[in-house]
């Protein structure tokens, strides 16, 4: 079973910067497609952007396509994820998962922007 660790939240300022990370023990090589996801409080959980692990197919939604950046490193099984331009309306907890949210979640690490 694949166990994900987030990590590298915290508290920032508006249109400060913030790089999040995700180690995926015990993955098993394949092409699937790496995903970030946030839930603000209320709200339910949302897709945010998408790689393979080979660098192809990366998908934002549109509420963060020019300031979020998404990459990975296969060797080290962590995807990241460069959050620039931060709004308040960023602040939630973000998740890492494949795309088609097969594995167990992750405990999220909390991103709070503060206006």
């Known amino acids: 079973q694949v166990q994900l660790v987030e990590s590298g939240g915290g508290l920032v300022q508006a249109g400060g910067s913030v790089r999040l990370s995700c180690a995926a023990s015990?993955?098993?090589?394949?092409?699937?497609?790496m995903a970030w996801f946030r839930q603000a409080p209320g709200k339910e959980r949302e897709f945010v952007a998408a790689?393979?692990?080979?660098?192809?197919?990366?998908d934002y939604v549109d509420s963060v396509k020019g300031r979020f950046s998404i990459s990975g490193d296969n060797a080290k099984n962590t995807v990241y994820l460069q959050m620039n331009s931060l709004k308040p309306e960023d602040t939630a907890v973000y998740y890492c998962n494949d795309r088609l949210q097969t594995w167990n979640w992750g405990q999220g690490t909390q991103v709070t922007v503060s206006s």
């Open positions: 790689t393979s692990w080979r660098g192809g197919n990366i």
């Open positions: 015990g993955r098993t090589p394949g092409a699937y497609t």
